[in-house]
C-alpha cells in the first residue's frame, strides 16, 4: 500500500487546522507515518501570498492567483512529493480546491484549473462544511483569534459566495473522478474528528512493523476517546 496524500479543506471558521492536528495526533499515537504542511507556505511565495491576505500589500487578482499556483508548485516539490516518496502519508492544509473557492470569486475558473492541471491529484479530500453564520461566529471567538485565515475575504456575502464556489467545484471534480468527501463540521470536535477519520483511516499506509519499537507510547486522550467512539478499543475481558 502506497503513502497517500489527504487534503483538508473549507471556508475560514470550518476547524481545518483543528482537524489537522487532530489527524496528526491520531496518526502519531498509531505510529502511522505522516507529515502535515500547508498552504500558503512559509516560503518567499507564500509569504508575500500572505501579506496581500492580510491587506500588507495589494495585488492584482490574476498576480495573486498565480503566486498561489507557484506557492503550490513549490510544496509539492519540497514538501509533499518527498515525503510521499519515502512512504509517509501527507495531510495538507488547503490546496488548489481552495484557490478554485477562493480566487474564482474574481478570476476565470477554467483559467485557475488550466494552471494547476499538472499538479498532483490527492487521494482524498475532505471539505469541513459549516454554515457562514457559524464559521463567522467561530472566527470572532477567542479560542480562534492567531489561527491562519485567508483575510481579504471576511465578508459574510464573500464566504457565503466562497463556500457556494466550493460546492460547485467540488460537484466537479468528484464527476472527473477526484475522491472528495464533504464533512458535516457543526458538530464537536470529537465528532468532526470522527467522521473525518473514518473517510481518512483506509487511506493510510501503516508503519513497517519491523520500524516500530516494541515500547509504542500511550494513546492520547483524544485519541483514546476517538477509538472509543468508532469501537476500535480492545476489550479488556
Not at 492536528?21 to 502519531?28: F, M, N
Not at 480546491?97 to 480566487?103: D, G, K, T
Not at 470572532?140 to 489561527?147: F, Y
Given at each position: 500500500?502506497?503513502?497517500?496524500?489527504?487534503?483538508i479543506?473549507?471556508?475560514?471558521?470550518s476547524g481545518i487546522?483543528?482537524?489537522v492536528?487532530?489527524?496528526?495526533?491520531?496518526?502519531?499515537d498509531e505510529?502511522?507515518?505522516?507529515h502535515?504542511?500547508k498552504?500558503?507556505?512559509?516560503?518567499?511565495?507564500?509569504?508575500?501570498i500572505?501579506a496581500?491576505l492580510?491587506?500588507?500589500v495589494?495585488?492584482?487578482?490574476?498576480?495573486l492567483?498565480?503566486?498561489?499556483?507557484?506557492?503550490?508548485?513549490?510544496?509539492?516539490?519540497?514538501h509533499?512529493?518527498?515525503?510521499?516518496?519515502?512512504?509517509?502519508?501527507?495531510i495538507?492544509?488547503?490546496?488548489y480546491?481552495?484557490?478554485?473557492?477562493?480566487?474564482s470569486?474574481?478570476?476565470?475558473?477554467?483559467?485557475l484549473?488550466e494552471?494547476?492541471?499538472?499538479?498532483?491529484?490527492?487521494d482524498l479530500t475532505?471539505?469541513?462544511?459549516?454554515p457562514?453564520?457559524e464559521?463567522?461566529?467561530r472566527w470572532?471567538?477567542?479560542?480562534?483569534?492567531?489561527?491562519d485565515?485567508?483575510?481579504?475575504?471576511?465578508?459574510e456575502d464573500?464566504?457565503?459566495?466562497?463556500?457556494e464556489?466550493?460546492l460547485e467545484?467540488?460537484?466537479?471534480?468528484?464527476?472527473?473522478?477526484?475522491?472528495?468527501?464533504?464533512?458535516d463540521?457543526?458538530?464537536?470536535?470529537?465528532?468532526v474528528?470522527?467522521?473525518?477519520?473514518n473517510?481518512?483511516?483506509p487511506?493510510?499506509r501503516?508503519s513497517?512493523?519491523?520500524?516500530?519499537?516494541?515500547?509504542?507510547?500511550?494513546?492520547?486522550?483524544?485519541?483514546?476517546?476517538?477509538k472509543?467512539?468508532?469501537?476500535?478499543?480492545q476489550?479488556?475481558?
Open positions: 500500500m502506497s503513502a497517500s496524500f489527504i487534503v479543506e473549507g471556508i475560514d471558521g487546522s483543528t482537524q492536528e487532530a489527524l496528526r495526533t491520531w496518526c502519531e505510529r502511522v507515518p505522516i502535515v504542511t498552504e500558503p507556505t512559509d516560503g518567499l511565495t507564500g509569504g508575500l500572505k496581500a492580510d491587506h500588507r495589494t495585488l492584482n487578482a490574476k498576480v492567483a498565480l503566486l498561489f499556483s507557484a506557492d503550490r508548485l513549490d510544496h509539492l516539490e519540497y509533499v512529493e518527498p515525503y510521499l516518496a519515502r512512504g509517509d502519508n501527507v495538507t492544509d488547503r490546496y480546491l481552495s484557490e478554485f473557492a477562493y480566487q470569486e474574481e478570476v476565470d475558473l477554467a483559467w484549473r494552471m494547476n492541471k499538472d499538479c498532483r491529484r490527492p475532505l471539505f469541513l462544511d459549516v457562514v453564520s464559521a463567522l461566529k470572532n471567538s477567542d479560542q480562534w483569534r492567531g489561527l485565515r485567508l483575510q481579504l475575504y471576511e465578508s464573500q464566504l457565503t459566495r466562497v463556500r464556489h466550493y467545484v467540488i460537484e466537479q471534480l468528484r464527476a472527473e473522478g477526484e475522491q472528495i468527501e464533504i464533512i463540521a457543526t458538530g464537536s470536535i470529537g465528532e474528528q470522527e467522521a473525518a477519520l473517510a481518512a483511516r487511506l493510510f501503516p513497517n512493523p519491523e520500524n516500530i519499537s516494541t515500547s509504542k507510547r500511550p494513546p492520547s486522550k483524544a485519541t483514546e476517546e476517538i472509543e467512539r468508532l469501537g476500535l478499543r476489550s479488556t475481558g
